[in-house]
């Protein structure tokens, strides 16, 4: 009954090797075809690691699996290196796509990346705030255990930087957390790149408006919601 089981492939799996699947074709110009068949997926070579990524994903869930996937092309771009899923399922590609996210970190804030990130970010404190009936301010000041919340928040990648900086009692908040307890948990050197960020974010010419304009919209859709 158990080996049964083991070799039955969820729809998260599914979503896996087909997110894979369109990466790794598109990244070669070849077209591609969703796989909807998976009824003998487990004869394949691929299973064994589709399994093992479907483990990966599930612990660590705030991980992008697009981004996952297309991290090697992104970070090595002039490399004609194509990526199998046994170099997904390796500790390799979790080095390659952390650097990968410090190099989009590093990137521009009024660059694709950081607007859709930034657009993201405020629809996921919108929903944050709905379901725990508070408004924005509430959130940068809701704790979890000794950290804000919105600390968590950054550290999984559920928010950008560039969402939260930009709220009125961010700096005061940021100045009553010891140095040590942000590098922590955030990552090293969080705090060295804290000023750039905000000069960054100071200097953008679409990026702060957006953010600035999501925040008071937030707080008004849910003033409404209160109302209601």
Request: proline share 3%; glycine share 2%; hydrophobic share 35%.
């Given at each position: 009954?158990?080996?049964?089981?083991?070799?039955?492939?969820?729809?998260?799996?599914?979503?896996?090797?087909?997110?894979?699947?369109?990466?790794?074709?598109?990244?070669?110009?070849k077209?591609?075809k969703?796989?909807?068949?998976?009824?003998?997926?487990?004869?394949?070579?691929?299973?064994?690691?589709?399994?093992?990524?479907?483990?990966?994903?599930?612990?660590?869930?705030?991980?992008?699996?697009?981004?996952?996937?297309?991290?090697?092309?992104?970070l090595y771009?002039?490399?004609?290196?194509?990526?199998?899923?046994?170099?997904?399922?390796?500790?390799?590609?979790?080095?390659?796509?952390?650097l990968?996210?410090?190099?989009?970190?590093?990137?521009?804030?009024?660059?694709e990346?950081?607007?859709?990130?930034?657009?993201?970010?405020?629809?996921?404190?919108?929903?944050?705030?709905?379901?725990?009936?508070?408004n924005?301010?509430?959130?940068?000041?809701?704790?979890?255990?000794?950290?804000?919340?919105?600390?968590?928040?950054?550290?999984d990648?559920?928010?950008?930087?560039?969402?939260?900086?930009g709220?009125?009692t961010?700096?005061?908040?940021?100045?009553?957390?010891?140095?040590?307890?942000?590098?922590?948990?955030?990552?090293?050197?969080?705090?060295?790149?804290?000023?750039?960020?905000?000069?960054?974010?100071k200097?953008?010419?679409k990026?702060?408006?957006?953010?600035e304009?999501?925040?008071?919209?937030?707080?008004?859709?849910?003033?409404?919601?209160?109302?209601?």
């Open positions: 009954m158990s080996e049964k089981r083991n070799k039955i492939i969820s729809e998260k799996e599914k979503y896996i090797y087909n997110t894979y699947l369109r990466v790794h074709r598109s990244k070669q110009n077209p591609f969703y796989r909807r068949d998976f009824s003998k997926f487990d004869e394949t070579e691929h299973f064994v690691y589709i399994k093992r990524l479907g483990n990966f994903f599930n612990k660590f869930n705030h991980i992008n699996i697009d981004k996952f996937f297309g991290a090697p092309y992104g771009p002039d490399d004609n290196s194509i990526y199998d899923l046994r170099f997904y399922a390796s500790p390799r590609a979790i080095k390659v796509y952390s990968y996210l410090k190099s989009l970190d590093q990137s521009d804030p009024d660059s990346h950081h607007i859709q990130y930034v657009k993201d970010s405020l629809l996921y404190i919108y929903k944050y705030c709905l379901d725990k009936n508070i924005v301010n509430e959130y940068i000041n809701e704790k979890s255990g000794d950290i804000p919340t919105f600390i968590l928040h950054l550290r990648r559920y928010i950008s930087i560039y969402s939260v900086i709220i009125d961010f700096d005061l908040i940021m100045h009553r957390i010891p140095n040590d307890r942000l590098n922590f948990t955030v990552g090293e050197n969080f705090i060295s790149q804290l000023d750039n960020f905000r000069t960054q974010y200097m953008s010419t990026l702060k408006t957006i953010t304009k999501g925040i008071k919209q937030i707080n008004k859709l849910l003033l409404t919601a209160k109302s209601s």
